[in-house]
T-cell receptor, first 108, second 112 residues
């Protein structure tokens, strides 16, 4: 079973920031936090990952709490194409343990 | 950057028939390769991973098997399919010992 906890669903208005939370209270000191998303009927898409520091790339920002027990993925300006299931995963070499994720619906 | 190919894209097979799904990777060498299955309404389940030719590790017991005959080829097989084998099968790769995995487009298998 996945070791992370995410809300099953969230809504966000188009153009607004989407903030997706994740709890990973059992994460080990050398495990990364990974975020993927899966648009219906497609393979998962890598978004971002981090260890301790906040990270930003062209897709999103990742905010990790100082105790590393939780994180937030931020999509700064959500579009309709961001509607997908978002997975937060504790990274373990040779295995990413996907849970059920958060189903994000971006509405016009 | 790497590209992952999977075929077929969709497949409908009768119970008891054999299965062979293929995954090939372009744009990199010596990748780690993975097979996942996603049953309807559920998360991804890791089935097999491989760190090199002929090296296969199984994460869950089942009637499926995997083989890696070439560096960038990963095959998922079954001798006799079960109804419970229906699902979305995804191949992924990672490079250089990192955890970041990149996924192919998937094969949707329906067993009737």
């Amino acid at each position: 079973d996945a070791k992370t906890t995410q809300p099953p669903s969230m809504d966000c208005a188009e153009g607004r920031a989407a903030n997706l939370p994740c709890n990973h209270s059992t994460i080990s000191g050398n495990e990364y936090v990974y975020w993927y998303r899966q648009i219906h009927s497609q393979g998962p898409q890598y978004i971002i990952h981090g260890l301790k520091n906040n990270e930003t790339n062209e897709m999103a920002s990742l905010i990790i709490t100082e105790d590393r027990k939780s994180s937030t993925l931020i999509l700064p300006h959500a579009t309709l194409r961001d509607t997908a299931v978002y997975y937060c995963i504790e990274g373990r070499l040779y295995a990413l343990n996907f849970g059920k994720g958060t189903s994000l619906l971006v509405t016009p | 950057s790497q590209t992952i190919h999977q075929w077929p894209a969709t497949l409908v097979q009768p119970v008891g028939s054999p299965l062979s799904l293929e995954c090939t990777v372009e744009g990199t060498s010596n990748p780690n390769l993975y097979w996942y299955r996603q049953a309807a309404g559920r998360g991804l389940q890791l089935l097999f991973y491989s760190v090199g030719i002929g090296q296969i590790s199984s994460e869950v017991p089942q009637n499926l098997s995997a083989s890696r005959p070439q560096d960038r080829q990963f095959i998922l097989s079954s001798k006799k399919l079960l109804l419970s084998d229906s699902g979305f099968y995804l191949c992924a790769c990672s490079i250089g010992g990192t955890d970041t995995q990149y996924f192919g487009p998937g094969t949707r298998l329906t067993v009737l």
